[in-house]
Nanobody, 121 residues
Framework: QMQLEESGGGLVQAGASLRLTCTAS????????MSWFRQAPGKEREFVAG????????NYADSVKGRFTISRDNAKNTLYLQMNNLKPEDTAVYYC??????????????WGKGTLVTVSS
């Protein structure tokens, strides 16, 4: 079974950039569609971005299109989320998840524990 661990979160000012990393251990990463979700305080978890196992097809939430880029390195069992031009409304705990790239949380079979991103205005 695959395990996921996120890193790279932190406190930044609006307009800054961050890159989140999700490192997978165990089996199956290179065959698994992956996604990033986030959950802001007092809100439900929402889809951010996803990509298929080969990385050749991606899917983004409208709120992050043009600012965030999801990518993966299957040789390193690693998933990335490059976040540019961050806004205060991007503040959330960001989760890496495996199972689908179509944005449906119930289709994800594996979740990391999350990393906190805080964007100050």
């Amino acid at each position: 079974q695959m395990q996921l661990e996120e890193s790279g979160g932190g406190l930044v000012q609006a307009g800054a950039s961050l890159r989140l990393t999700c490192t997978a251990s165990g089996r199956g990463f290179s065959d698994t569609a992956m996604s990033w979700f986030r959950q802001a305080p007092g809100k439900e978890r929402e889809f951010v971005a996803g990509l298929i196992f080969s990385g050749t097809a991606t899917n983004y939430a409208d709120s992050v299109k043009g600012r965030f880029t999801i990518s993966r390195d299957n040789a390193k069992n690693t998933l990335y989320l490059q976040m540019n031009n961050l806004k205060p409304e991007d503040t959330a705990v960001y989760y890496c998840a495996g199972g689908s790239y179509r944005g449906v949380a119930s289709r994800m079979t594996t979740w990391g524990k999350g990393t906190l991103v805080t964007v100050s205005s």
